[in-house]
């Protein structure tokens, strides 16, 4: 579906949405900025990942915890200029095809945290139409918020990788992120149960 027939929504009620989607302990891994401000707002949980740094990661890391932990449910926030710089990794997920893995891309159409610079998405590029030219059939737009929770359930049982790509606002993130890269990984490889609580 045309991005242009879609709601404009916003980042951290979608994400509180997909927060409420949850039973079985899934992974959550957000991108830079304000992906993770609102994934940590939204409610943290040692299950989530925040990408602290670099733009294009999420994706990339979720890939790698689908793959290990083909069991759980791995959930990927990203936004549309981040997605962008990192377009490689739909074709590398296509290709791997990891069942249990769904991306969510947030599309403002700017690089909202450095100063609202428009990006690519903004006018010439449609990440859901990239998604399925990298081979990600499941790919769609969120019509709505209501779109958005069944899009979330029907990829919760999906035999294939999913995404899932909603325009939202330019509001800024909610939370802030607590800076702590170590504390970060530690909590999450504990929330995945591949370490011993401290
Ligand atoms: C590799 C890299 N290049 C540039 C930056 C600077 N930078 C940080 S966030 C950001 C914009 C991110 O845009 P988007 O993913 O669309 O998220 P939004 O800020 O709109 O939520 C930029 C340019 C960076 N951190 N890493």
Known sequence: MDNRNTKVMNRFDVTSRL????RHEEAIIGGIGN?????WAAGHRPQNFYMLGSMGLAFPIALGVALAQPD??????????????????LSTIATLKPKNLIMIVMDNGIYQITGAQPTPAASVADIVAIAAGSG???SAWAADEEDFERLVEVAMSAAEPSLIAV?????PGVGATRRDPVQIRERFMQGLGVRDQL
């Not at 992906?35 to 994934?39: G, M, R």
């Open 72 to 89: 759980r449910r791995v959930f990927a926030l990203e936004g549309d200029g981040s997605l962008l710089m990192q377009l490689g990794v």
């Open 19 to 22: 927060i409420g989607k949850l």
């Open 167 to 171: 325009r939202i606002d330019d509001k």
């Open 136 to 138: 990600l059939a499941k």
């Open 35 to 39: 992906t993770n401000f609102d994934l």
